[in-house]
């Protein structure tokens, strides 16, 4: 008898495939270009998995943002100044003792 997997497995949100299947396609050449390029540098240096682990996981985090309706057109008012914002000084500002 075969062990087989009980009930539905949880996506794994850094696996580099469900990040690709999740961004809109014209995210896919920036993240495999980052992808590959530490992919690369951990297979040369051990220390660097770290860094392509954070790299994971900050493209799993972007695969949310990109995905939340209205994003692409929040950026780019935001880019040109238009609409309601707070600059990040103001921020800043604002969270100091």
């Given at each position: 008898?075969?062990?087989?997997?009980?009930?539905?497995?949880?996506?794994?949100?850094?696996?580099?495939?469900?990040?690709?299947?999740?961004?809109?396609?014209?995210?896919?050449?920036?993240?495999?270009?980052?992808?590959?390029?530490?992919?690369?540098?951990?297979?040369?240096?051990?220390?660097?998995?770290?860094?392509?682990?954070?790299?994971?996981?900050?493209?799993?985090?972007?695969?949310?943002?990109?995905?939340?309706?209205?994003?692409?057109?929040?950026r780019e008012d935001a880019r040109l100044g238009i609409?309601?914002?707070?600059?990040?000084?103001?921020?800043?500002?604002?969270?100091?003792?």
């Open positions: 008898m075969t062990a087989q997997p009980i009930g539905r497995f949880e996506e794994d949100p850094h696996d580099p495939a469900v990040i690709l299947a999740r961004l809109p396609e014209r995210e896919h050449g920036r993240f495999l270009a980052e992808y590959q390029a530490a992919a690369e540098a951990a297979t040369h240096e051990v220390w660097r998995f770290k860094e392509l682990t954070a790299l994971l996981h900050r493209w799993s985090l972007i695969t949310v943002a990109v995905n939340a309706p209205g994003y692409y057109e929040a609409g309601d914002y707070v600059t990040l000084e103001e921020v800043i500002a604002e969270r100091r003792p």
